[in-house]
């Protein structure tokens, strides 16, 4: 999904839209230490650890808040959902080379992402991950969809009714944004404002509803840049490779084994999903799911162990990243949040990927072919183990090549894909197969 025709987003260089309102920064907004600094700074890295990608959230808004009250600075948006029980947070990882403003990143950001200017990309939301949070203790876990499963569409965003789940959120904000700059009622920035939130609401809904009618009561937007940022300010991050690979499309070039990385690795690492110097990877979007969670996972026990937030640097680059790329809804309480997440102290998360039934074409693209009800009893299960029945199995076929890819299928994804090679030694083991459950507490090797 392209970028709509945005309310004149600029170049670094570019003078400022006199219709947007002045940002807020910590240089112009006097720093005012939050009376409960002390109880959040304990809560920090178990928040962390709890939910690893949150990372670029849960890392900032509590670096944030045992900073400064800087509630105002964040961009934030409705979402209706009940309060107390089981909390349901979904994080949006979205794919614009641009802020949360719609303006162009500056130019050492776009060279370090290897994803090309502000005009590439667009707005959708290519990594989702519901991170569910039982009510009164127990496990957490945190469930991958990928991006490119076919689904049918909340409300049929800019008319089309069925498609990648990801592209909900693009859709809908060409189709707000459009309308509201018709009407001329709101200035362009709040009319774009307005737009993200509509975009918010129906890829949320899209997701509920693909997943059984799972209730969302938070919601996490997280660009590219911030991804980036709140990784330059922890860097270096330790990750682990089962084989050598390289791939010049994200930039990544990793040898085998235990190894730390930059923050512009960092963001090759959890980018890359193919490698044609070395095809019997066979690396699908499937695996990019894969190193995404890694990487989760790595983080946060690095944020575990360091002393990431006593550096004064590190909390400005954090609360910058935040204010300036990241989104969440309003009646999301960090505090509380902290709170509920401190139980997670020990690794007390596993990360796992929805099945999908193989590939196919539709409409001319290329998408993830799903069975419904396997999804709504996987995710049952998931959230309920105590009571739901166990999920049916996907039929063990040999996972689709890359050349199958672009063909239409209705076969099945591998359910015990061939033998991993010998890997090279881990903290937490070696993960090759996608589809297994990926627990936190150490640095996983995957593929």
Do not use: W
């Not at 009376?35 to 990372?55: C, E, F, K, Q, W």
């Not at 800087?70 to 309060?83: E, K, Q, Y």
């Not at 569910?132 to 049918?152: E, L």
């Not at 076969?411 to 589809?435: H, I, K, L, R, V």
């Amino acid at each position: 999904m392209k970028p709509p025709v945005l309310p004149g987003p600029r170049t670094p260089d570019a003078p400022t839209r006199t219709d947007a309102p002045a940002p807020v920064t910590p240089r112009n907004r006097p720093a005012r230490r939050h009376p409960r600094s002390v109880y959040v700074r304990r809560r920090i890295v178990a928040g962390t650890l709890a939910l690893g990608v949150l990372l670029v959230v849960a890392v900032v808004a509590f670096a944030v808040f045992s900073f400064a009250d800087l509630v105002t600075g964040l961009h934030r948006s409705d979402l209706a959902s009940a309060a107390g029980g089981d909390q349901n947070i979904l994080v949006m990882g979205l794919d614009s080379r641009l802020d949360e403003n719609g303006d162009a990143l500056p130019a050492d950001v776009y060279n370090a992402l290897h994803a090309g200017g502000q005009d590439d990309g667009g707005y959708n939301a290519n990594v989702l991950m519901l991170i569910h949070i039982p009510a009164g203790g127990g496990k957490a876990v945190g469930i991958s969809i990928p991006r490119d499963d076919y689904v049918p569409l909340s409300g049929r965003p800019d008319g089309v009714a069925q498609s990648k789940i990801k592209e909900a959120y693009g859709l809908e904000l060409d189709q707000k944004l459009t309308e509201l700059m018709k009407e001329g009622k709101l200035s362009r920035a709040d009319a774009y404002q307005e737009a993200r939130a509509a975009a918010r609401r129906t890829e949320i809904a899209t997701v509920s509803a693909f997943l059984g009618g799972v209730p969302i009561n938070h919601f996490i937007e997280v660009t590219m840049a911030a991804f980036y940022q709140v990784a330059q300010a922890v860097q270096p991050i330790t990750v682990c490779i089962a084989e050598n690979t390289k791939d010049p499309y994200s930039g990544a070039d990793f040898t085998a084994g235990v190894q730390q990385l930059s923050a512009s690795q960092a963001v090759s690492f959890v980018r890359q999903r193919r490698d044609e110097s070395n095809p019997s990877l066979n690396f699908t979007d499937l695996d990019r799911e894969r190193r995404q969670q890694a990487f989760i996972v790595s983080l946060a026990t690095k944020l575990k162990k360091a002393d990431t937030f006593a550096n004064p640097a590190t909390l400005g680059s954090l609360i910058s990243a935040a204010k300036q790329n990241i989104a969440l809804d309003s009646g999301l309480n960090l505090l509380d949040f902290a709170s509920d997440a401190s139980h997670f102290a020990g690794g007390n998360i596993t990360f796992v990927t929805l099945p999908i039934q193989g590939y196919g074409v539709r409409g001319g693209q290329d998408v993830n072919l799903v069975d419904t009800n396997q999804i709504h009893a996987t995710v049952r299960q998931l959230l309920n183990p105590a009571t739901a029945s166990p999920a049916p199995a996907a039929p063990s076929k040999a996972a689709p090549s890359k050349a199958a890819k672009a063909a239409p299928s209705s076969g099945s994804a591998a359910s015990e894909p061939a033998p991993a090679p010998a890997a090279p030694s881990s903290p937490n083991g070696t993960y090759t197969d996608p589809t297994a459950p990926l627990p936190s507490g150490g640095v996983p090797c995957v593929k």
